[in-house]
């Protein structure tokens, strides 16, 4: 299966709940970084943690990262509508050189 | 604050014909690549640049496909004769380090449509 797996693929919530979007990965990372995408529009960064990182805050986002488990999460803490777009998770992986490998990515709709 | 910039922001092209998708990345980085997105699937890496010369490409990035610097600002992607299946939103990306630590930041990205 491919590097970099997002779940759940679909996630629709109220305006001022909790989003959690999770992502796991294959092999060892150097870092992992989480883009946003709005419908048809280029890729925002958000955040990127490191392989020796476990948590990392920006504003209302809130990552974590187990290389244990190779998976991270990505918290948006009191939803706003503007947060509705595609989130994906990019990993480095070491043996892929310095590209990212994307994965598919989790369309999350927040309703007002 | 600098960001990339990529034109046009939406191409339609006659299959068999030559495109070029250009970038300017931000100014003081290094390395820049190109990804693309075909509709509704992943994003996938197609090449990195550094230093003048391709870093690394995916078995995407066939003989069809070049890039080039010409310029102190410009990195463009040459596809040289299109296909249908070349259809994609098209991303420039650029960091100030190697991407396995840096930042890579994006370009708004280009829609190309071949017909």
């Known amino acids: 299966s491919q590097q970099g797996e997002e779940d759940p693929q679909a996630l629709s919530i109220q305006e001022g709940e909790n989003a959690t979007m999770n992502c796991s990965y294959k092999t060892s990372i150097n870092n992992l970084q989480w883009y946003r995408q709005n419908s048809g529009r280029g890729l925002v960064h958000l955040i990127l943690i490191r392989s020796n990182e476990r948590e990392k805050h920006s504003g209302r986002l809130r990552v974590t990262l187990d290389t244990s488990k190779k998976s991270s999460s990505l918290l948006i803490t009191a939803s706003r509508a503007a947060d509705t777009a595609s989130y994906f998770c990019a990993t480095d992986a070491r043996e892929y050189g310095n590209k990212l490998v994307f994965g598919a990515g989790t369309i999350l709709r927040v309703k007002s | 604050e600098p960001e990339v910039t990529q034109t046009p922001s939406h191409q339609v092209t006659q299959m068999g014909q030559e495109v070029i998708l250009r970038c300017v990345p931000i100014?003081?980085?290094?390395?820049f690549y190109w990804y693309r997105q075909i509709l509704g699937q992943k994003v996938e890496f197609l090449v990195s640049f550094y230093n003048n010369e391709i870093s690394e490409k995916s078995e995407i990035f066939d003989d069809q496909f070049s890039v080039e610097r010409p310029d102190g600002s410009n990195f463009t992607l040459k596809i040289r004769s299109t296909k249908l299946e070349d259809s994609a939103m098209y991303f420039c990306a650029s960091s100030l380090l190697a991407g396995v630590t840096d930042t890579q930041y994006f370009g708004p990205g280009t829609r190309l449509t071949v017909l």
């Open positions: 100014s003081n980085h290094l390395y």
